[in-house]
């Protein structure tokens, strides 16, 4: 078993910064790809970022490429989301999600998932 915990969401106003924080435990950490997901109020959860357990790969959503980096510090069990030039359309709950293999984009290849943080942009 594997346990997430996110933090670092909140509010923040259009074109500003937030970096998210996932904190994995319980489980080997090491070795498993890790992603982000978001999800908007009656909206699907949709793939955001994700790297692998190397951290020599990562691949962001077009959406928010050139915005927002994953990466990850292995020997804090640690993987971060940091978001820059924000807009509204990111609001949305953010999660973080695990997995034993290879990268994968669709959810329901991941194993584990945080409870999600709240990231609301103000225009």
């Known amino acids: 078993q594997m346990r997430l915990v996110e933090s670092g969401g909140g509010l923040v106003l259009a074109g500003g910064s937030l970096r998210l924080s996932c904190a994995a435990s319980?489980?080997?950490?090491?070795?498993?790809?890790m992603g982000w997901y978001h999800q908007a109020p009656g909206k699907e959860r949709e793939f955001v970022a994700v790297?692998?357990?190397?951290?020599?790969?990562?691949y962001a959503d077009d959406s928010v490429k050139g915005r927002f980096t994953i990466s990850r510090d292995n020997a804090k069990n640690t993987v971060y989301l940091q978001m820059n030039s924000l807009k509204p359309e990111d609001t949305a709950v953010y999660y973080c999600?695990?997995?034993?293999?290879?990268?994968?984009?669709?959810?329901?290849?991941?194993?584990?998932w945080g409870q999600g943080t709240q990231v609301t942009v103000s225009s």
């Open positions: 999600a695990a997995r034993g293999g290879g990268i994968r984009y669709e959810r329901g290849n991941y194993d584990y």
């Open positions: 319980g489980s080997i950490f090491n070795f498993n790809t």
């Open positions: 790297i692998s357990w190397s951290a020599s790969t990562a």
